[in-house]
């Protein structure tokens, strides 16, 4: 599919590119942004093609905003400051939520911890939740990635063992299964 054609437009996705913009994000975040939406959209569009109703409206604010805190931090909390941004904004709770939790394939309490987060789990529980957040591991600044390259990259810096690698690849399968196919 044209990620062009993938794009919808309606009064959320406007609203949340003009955030991006009045946070004082990076052209780069911007870019990355959009092609997290653009990305997310088609997989959303393969799952409702095997009949599972999802909230595209959500998956598309959800991923424009989900580095929004990259205005003010590019760590780890960039996913906490950016949810407290997207509430204090007025947006929906569960584009706050997919904000939130889009870090890694998830980090449950223990590791949040040591992470220097809130000690609360950040884990995708919605399938929107869960689309976002492996749109963004497979889209490297504006371009696509493999998920076997986001696996390979994601060992090099926390190890072959790490359980984020496990996490990833159980929302990889997930999804994977309900496109019926591998992942664009």
Same mark, same amino acid.
């Given at each position: ?37 653009? +990305? ?17 409206? +959500?998956?598309? %604010? ?16 960039? %996913? ?11 947006? =929906? ?14 980090? =449950?309490?223990?590791?949040?911890? #040591? ?7 950040? +884990? =995708? ?7 976002? %957040? ?9 371009? #696509? ?5 986001? %696996? ?31 992942? =664009?």
């Amino acid at each position: 599919m044209d990620p062009a054609h993938a794009r919808g437009s309606g009064p959320l996705r406007e609203r949340a590119i003009i955030s991006l913009y009045k946070a004082g994000c990076s052209s780069e975040v911007i870019k990355h942004s959009l092609a997290v939406a653009d +990305l997310a959209l088609e997989i959303s569009k393969a799952i409702e093609r095997n009949g599972v109703d999802i909230d595209a409206d +959500l998956v598309e %604010a959800g991923a424009l905003l989900h580095d929004i805190g990259r205005s003010r931090t590019h760590r780890i909390d960039h %996913a906490v400051v950016g949810a407290s941004m997207v509430r204090g904004m007025g947006f =929906p709770e569960d584009v706050a939520r997919i904000v939130e939790v889009h870090i890694g394939a998830g980090i =449950p309490a223990e590791e949040a911890g #040591r992470l220097g987060l809130p000690k609360k789990d950040y +884990l =995708p529980i919605a399938l929107e939740e869960k689309i976002v %957040a492996y749109a963004d591991k497979l889209i490297d600044r504006d371009y #696509r990635i493999t998920p076997g390259e986001f %696996a390979r990259r994601l060992s090099q810096v926390l190890g072959p063992k790490h359980p984020a690698l496990s996490r990833f690849w159980r929302l990889h399968e997930e999804l994977s299964g309900l496109m019926g196919r591998r992942p =664009p």
